[in-house]
């Protein structure tokens, strides 16, 4: 079956979401500088990183089909949360989760017949951590590559106390806000 989207990233976890939702895809990931701007809010960075991956997709493409990109950071107050450096900076973010509230921000970018965006934003709220348990983690694996320094997904799920908003969202791509898109540009997913 040909692709009904080209999605935009290498991230295992979106290819895995668009498969729970059969949508038919390619994958053709782009480099954007992912730096915040001076004064930028949480929101906007978000939407601009998701805008500008779908853009630098098309254009090396030039393709007919839909690009689908999205963007995803974990933020504590105004503090956006990328990938930890290493494991010391996986720890400092870890100790300013602990015990607390945060939001997930996920944005997502189509561009096809249109350009269409949207955004998810998540509270996730930790119990408090243990330097034991943020050391187990570290050893694990599964913090090096995630925003934040966790996975909801994953073993990082033992730390979430609470959850309001969207699962797939802090995953990475929520399902809710793609679908519409997808519908907005004429995919359906029950068709």
Known sequence: MAAQIILASASPRRRELLDQIKIV?????????????????????????????????????????????????????????GKPKDRDDAFAMLRLLSGKMHRVYSAISLRGRQHDQAV????????????????????????????????IQGLGGVFVASINGSFSGVVGLPLFETAELLSRQGIGLFK
Request: glycine letters at 4%; charged letters at 25%.
């Open 25 to 81: 895809y390619r994958v053709h990931p782009v480099d954007v500088d992912e730096s915040p701007l001076l004064n930028e809010t949480p929101l906007d960075y978000v939407q601009r990183l998701a805008a500008e991956k779908s853009a630098a997709c098309l254009a090396e493409l030039g393709d007919s089909v839909p690009v689908l990109a999205a963007d995803t950071a974990v933020v504590l107050d105004d503090l956006i949360m």
């Open 120 to 151: 998810s934003i998540t509270e996730v709220t930790f119990r408090p951590l243990t330097e034991c348990e943020m050391e187990a983690y570290w050893q694990s694996g599964e913090p090096g590559d995630k925003a934040g320094s966790y996975a």
